[in-house]
């Protein structure tokens, strides 16, 4: 009897089913349409912005935005088509929007930090920036909704929530296009001092990166425990800093070895009680 009823109440229901089965077919085909239409819609977007000059890190923030609200709208659309009343889904994503505001707060303040960011413009897609709170640095290369990722010289990925980069401290090494080369050479306490100067001197006027128009200072800054401590400072370009820093530093070195002026180690000098 049980049997009967189940096949009876399957037959009665089969145009149901093949009529629901064909509405999810046609929501998974609608999907597909739909990613493709998005896709082609951000595409669009992104070469008007290209051809209007946007900043590249408002064309990554709106892109990523665009992206969001399409396919929202999409799943919108899918849910309705499949037998939700539009009222019901509206009511569900209001009362879902609260719990889930309340839930990711951290997340609206880094949506929040990506606005400010682009508004403000403390950095931008290409700068080389030291986030003070975690010490984290890199190269910006992409301003997304929620965060940005930066690219370290040994070719890791940093991701850090927008909210933390306009919340905190943050330091732009490439927001100019000169840098200072700041550098600290130590010599021995019996090497001859004006020599080192002068020689050190020679380096950084001889070397082709550092700006002449700028004074080049070699001056004492530190009589310290083990070693006479010259300070250095020159103007470079900001794109060359690293590499002329390096070049330098090799360059004195070799210097003042060829002129047997010595770079002293930390070292203690203990004297023994009734030693003659």
């Not at 999810?24 to 998005?38: E, P, W």
């Not at 509206?90 to 609206?108: F, K, N, P, W, Y």
């Not at 933390?164 to 001092?193: F, P």
């Not at 010259?230 to 530093?249: D, F, Q, S």
Request: charged share 20%; glycine share 6%.
């Amino acid at each position: 009897m049980t049997m009967t009823h189940f096949t009876t109440t399957l037959e009665n229901n089969i145009p149901l089913l093949i009529n629901y089965c064909i509405r999810v077919v046609l929501a998974i085909v609608v999907f597909i349409i739909g990613k493709y239409i998005i896709g082609w819609v951000r595409k669009i977007v992104r070469r008007g912005l290209e051809r209007s000059g946007a900043d590249i890190g408002v064309r990554q923030f709106i892109d990523s935005l665009l992206k969001f609200a399409l396919y929202a709208l999409l799943i919108f659309g899918i849910a309705t088509r499949l037998g939700v009343e539009s009222a019901s889904v509206a009511a569900l994503l209001a009362s879902a929007g609260v719990a889930i505001g309340l839930a990711l707060q951290g997340s609206l303040s880094n949506f929040a930090g990506g606005v400010l960011i682009l508004m403000l413009k403390p950095f931008q897609v290409g700068d080389y920036i030291i986030e003070d709170t975690h010490k984290n640095e890199g190269t910006v290369k992409e301003i997304q909704i929620f965060y940005t990722k930066l690219s370290t010289l040994d070719n890791k990925t940093i991701v850090i929530p927008n909210g933390i980069l306009a919340n905190s401290s943050m330091t732009n090494v490439t927001a100019k296009d000169e840098r200072l080369l700041n550098l600290t050479v130590g010599i021995s306490y019996s090497a001859d001092l004006k020599k080192a100067k002068a020689l050190i001197q020679d380096v950084m006027t001889q070397d082709a990166s550092t700006l002449k128009e700028e004074e080049i200072k070699v001056f004492v800054s530190e009589l310290a425990e083990s070693a006479v401590l010259i300070g250095v400072r020159a103007w470079v370009k900001t794109e060359e800093y690293w590499e002329t820093r390096w070049r330098i530093l090799e360059k004195i070195k070799l210097t003042l070895d060829e002129n047997e002026i010595e770079i002293p180690f930390h070292q203690i000098t203990v004297h023994m009680a009734g030693e003659k």
